[in-house]
């Protein structure tokens, strides 16, 4: 009897008949029915730039990247999993800033499969030394579990003075660097590609200050992963 | 943030909760959050954790279990000041007028004594016997003599209708309501009416803990909720039980010698409990999948109906209300009717128009199961050996009949494929109050 990470109810998962014969594992929630309905995967079609929904009136890429394009910043294509609605805000809640590490294991297997095929580097964006001591976690690690990815970013110290969630649009656009390469590390992103991941794109800067640091660093294509937009 | 030791009495919390003037404060004392000598607990919950779901990758252990009331790690300290009993002397704080009948008082005077005892006791009443008028004179006792009260319930409603019935009747006394929805700030008082879930908050704070409806969810079961519960009361405190139907945990305890036991098996017009008749039924969960309903249900429905018995129809699931409903739809029966389930909308309008008169009957789940009463109804039970229906759900849906003394009697028709542990218990149950009743 398994019960649902999110709501505790017990987990009902009708084995349909092609399942059983087909030999192959079946395939195992760790959320209800319920509780997975309330996220919302990214179908097409989706903004090139950052990997939004479009809806009708909407250019690809969206009006958001193309406001990017003259900041000095990196070009950049993001894919996004799941769109940012309620269901993902609480899960956000839950897991980041109550510090429920389990309930990672509500999108691993997510992660898992969109990086399967993936042959670039896999560099999640790191959290501030502060963060890590309180929390105790990288969420974007956390995600990561099972998954073969480098730890070549660390937050600048002093950075982080306030958190990313408690600060406005504009204050997030005007953020300098916040990162720098770990130097062990700079070897293996030298003619590398690069796909980083985070967890949640809401204006773009984290990401697009990870890229150029990487392509500072000679890695040849860089791409963006994050589980919501 | 907490700046008052007084908010800390007999209370628990992580340390980083206390404010400045209470970091070096001499009556603040401490504790580790979580054990890790023998497997991982935590020490605020009591839920022994699983390593893997537990571990933090900084080698740390956090508690996922009580998260809902903030994250408690190996990094943190629970800090707690003993209980004091610091509260002002009052003579006579109970300002209820009440009169208490012949049996009642009887068994306010046990409380009385489990009180002074320090005893665990359960005081099983029947439903609508009067069991917080018969609690007033032993709090009255407890607060007389300056101890600490707690009276938890593991549904916040309950809470909500005790805590202004209380407050009433010990107009001098200080009480504070706390649950998880409420806005009102804590305040070290006398009596405490809260969730069981709150009781997490407390460490070896009350002398009297007295717990309602101690059979329902989520308490029922909850290994989390218990330790609370054990936590909150001092070492040498009393304990109260009360509910109509006691769980096997109970029971137990009752065969163990751990608790003691008091019976108010009557209810307050005299007569007896209706007893369940359980009508076996082939193939039932398949017809009514099918909406379908077997010929002997249909026919009892209809007979009900004519006869102008105003009845509630319960069925274990809300997808079986669709089934049923369009069942007898089908039947083209001259009957009015509805069905109504927790998050139905229109929940209340359909409840009271029952109440009303102005429906023959209602199909419900087990959201009607306690704390209604429709006079003189009877009650039909389809698919009575689900899982959904505990033993206590069955009794509390029986003990709808009859609560009227203008028709103290009413039919209980229980329809099943297989007679289940659980309808047996229920009807051991119902017959053991009857011959407690019937020897009065």
């Known amino acids: ?229 | 943030m907490i700046n008052d030791i007084s908010e800390l009495f007999g209370r628990q919390m992580p340390m980083s909760m206390l404010g400045e003037t209470l970091n070096h404060h001499p009556g603040v004392k401490t504790r580790a959050a979580i054990q890790t000598d023998h497997g991982i607990a935590c020490c605020r919950c009591g839920s022994r954790l699983k390593r893997r779901l537990a571990a933090l990758p900084n080698n740390q252990y956090y508690c996922y279990v009580c998260i809902q009331m903030g994250r408690i790690d190996t990094l943190q300290q629970l800090a707690f000041a003993p209980e004091p009993n610091e509260f002002p002397r009052i003579s006579q704080p109970l300002t209820w007028q009440g009169k208490l009948t012949k049996l009642q008082a009887e068994c306010a005077q046990t409380v009385i004594d489990v009180f002074k005892n320090r005893r665990r006791h359960l005081l099983w009443a029947v439903t609508g016997a009067g069991k917080t008028e018969m609690l007033f004179k032993g709090i009255n006792w407890a607060v007389e003599n300056g101890l600490r009260v707690g009276i938890a319930s593991p549904r916040v409603d309950v809470c909500i209708e005790l805590f202004p019935r209380i407050q009433v009747a010990f107009e001098k006394v200080s009480c504070v309501l706390l649950h998880g929805k409420s806005e009102q700030p804590y305040v070290y008082s006398q009596i405490t009416v809260c969730t069981t879930h709150q009781l997490l908050r407390f460490y070896h704070a009350f002398d009297v803990l007295i717990i309602d409806e101690v059979d329902v969810f989520p308490y029922s079961g909850n290994a989390m909720l218990h330790f609370a519960v054990a936590n909150a009361i001092k070492p040498t405190g009393a304990t109260l039980y009360l509910t109509a139907t006691p769980d096997q945990n109970l029971f137990r305890a009752i065969k163990q010698n751990k608790l003691t036991v008091s019976y108010l098996p009557i209810r307050y017009h005299g007569h007896l409990l209706p007893e369940i008749a359980v009508i076996r039924t082939k193939r039932l969960a398949t017809l009514i999948n099918d909406g379908q309903l077997p010929k002997n249900i249909l026919n009892k429905i209809q007979a009900l109906i004519d006869a102008k018995q105003r009845f509630l129809l319960f069925v274990p699931h809300i997808k079986d209300l669709k089934h049923v409903f369009d069942a007898l739809k089908a039947t083209k029966m001259a009957a009015k009717f509805e069905t109504v389930y927790s998050a139905d909308p229109q929940r209340i309008e359909k409840v009271a128009l029952m109440r009303n008169h102005q429906l023959d009957f209602l199909i419900t789940t087990t959201i009607l199961e306690r704390g209604v009463t429709f006079p003189g109804i009877d009650v039909i039970v389809l698919k009575a050996d689900d899982d959904i229906f505990s033993a206590a759900a069955l009794v509390q849906i029986a003990g709808r009949v009859g609560r009227n003394s203008d028709r103290p009697t009413g039919e209980v028709l229980f329809y099943c494929e297989s007679k289940t542990a659980n309808i047996k218990s229920c009807d051991r149950q119902i017959k053991l109050m009857n011959q407690k009743a019937a020897a009065l």
């Open chain 1, 1 to 229: 009897m398994k019960h649902c990470l999110l709501c505790g109810e017990i987990i009902r998962d009708n084995i349909s008949f092609g399942e059983l014969i087909s030999l192959r594992p079946i395939s195992s929630h760790t959320v209800c029915h319920a509780c997975r309905s309330g996220f919302n995967r990214l179908s097409m079609p989706t903004c090139d730039g950052c990997g939004r929904k479009l809806v009708s009136q909407m250019t690809n890429p969206c009006q958001d990247c193309i406001r990017w394009r003259d900041s000095g910043l990196p070009n950049l294509t993001n894919q996004a999993l799941f769109e940012y609605n309620a269901a993902m805000k609480d899960f956000m809640k839950r897991y980041k800033f109550n510090g429920d590490y389990r309930l990672r294991y509500v999108f691993v297997s997510e992660l898992r499969l969109a990086l399967a095929h993936t042959k670039r580097l896999i560099v999640p964006i790191p959290v501030s030394q502060g963060t890590l001591a309180t929390r105790g976690f990288n969420q974007v690690t956390g995600l990561l579990d099972r998954t073969h990815y480098h730890e070549v970013l660390k937050v600048t110290q002093d950075q982080k003075l306030i958190r990313q969630s408690e600060k406005n649009r504009r204050q997030r656009l005007d953020l300098i660097q916040p990162f720098e390469l770990l130097k062990l590390q700079k070897n293996l992103i030298k003619d590398t590609p690069v796909l980083i991941v985070d967890d949640v794109y809401t204006t773009g800067t984290t990401i697009r200050h990870a890229a150029a640091l990487l392509y500072q660093a000679g890695a040849t294509d860089v791409k963006g992963l994050t589980l919501a937009r």
